[in-house]
Structures are given as structure tokens and as C-alpha cells.
């Protein structure tokens, strides 16, 4: 009934920048945060940063000043950017979002299928 697609990965060299996109489709009442998640090989999934619907951001230390997360509420689509990327930032990278659906009117979390950043050294 909902879903999330991701865009934007691929391929970088350390220090370079990429730009991940999130759009939310279907039967959609409202979306509430929103947020990008990483899981590197061998590793826990981690939330990279987060978005709520009127704006306030969160983001774990290690992204601080190097990554923006914004969204277009008419869109329905977040975005993360990323500059000065390291090598230790390779991942899959997955978008969630809360969204309340017009399917059964109840809020759920849903996730994209995920995209791959790789920064090499």
C-alpha cells in the first residue's frame, strides 16, 4: 500500500559527494519522520539521521557537519547529502518513514529496499 524507493547511490571516490533521494508512494494520509539508516557488511544497522514532518533533524556523530538531511513534504520525498565522504561510510543505505495510510488508517514504519554507497580510498 506504501512505498519507498531510493535513488542516488554509487561509486566515489574519499572526499567526494553524493546525494541519496527517497520518495514515498501509494495510499498515503500524512508522513511523519523520515530518516536514513546504514548497514555496513558485518555490522548493526544504524540510524544515519533523521527528519521530522516540521523539520528538526537529528544525525549520529560521525555524519555531523558532513550530511544534510532535508525533506519535501509535496514530494513526499526526503534526501540525505553527503559530502566529505570517508571510506568508512560505505553501505547500504535505507530510508524509512511513519506513514499513516488510507489503506486501514493506522501509522506503520516502512522501509525502501536500500541503496548502495561505496567510498573508496
Known amino acids: 500500500q506504501v512505498q519507498l524507493v531510493e535513488s542516488g547511490g554509487g561509486l566515489v571516490q574519499a572526499g567526494g559527494s553524493l546525494r541519496l533521494s527517497c520518495t514515498a508512494s501509494?495510499?498515503?494520509?500524512?508522513?511523519?519522520?523520515m530518516g536514513w539508516h546504514r548497514q555496513a557488511p558485518g555490522k548493526q544497522r544504524e540510524l544515519v539521521a533523521a527528519?521530522?514532518?516540521?523539520?528538526?533533524?537529528n544525525y549520529i556523530d560521525s555524519v555531523k557537519g558532513r550530511f544534510t538531511i532535508s525533506r519535501d513534504n509535496a514530494k513526499n520525498t526526503v534526501y540525505l547529502q553527503m559530502n566529505s565522504l570517508k571510506p568508512e561510510d560505505t553501505a547500504v543505505y535505507y530510508c524509512?518513514?511513519?506513514?499513516?495510510?488510507?489503506?486501514?488508517?493506522?501509522?506503520?514504519?516502512?522501509w525502501g529496499r536500500g541503496t548502495q554507497v561505496t567510498v573508496s580510498s
Open positions: 524509512n518513514a511513519g506513514v499513516r495510510s488510507s489503506y486501514d488508517g493506522l501509522s506503520s514504519n516502512y
Open positions: 501509494g495510499r498515503i494520509i500524512s508522513i511523519n519522520a
Open positions: 527528519i521530522t514532518s516540521g523539520g528538526t533533524t
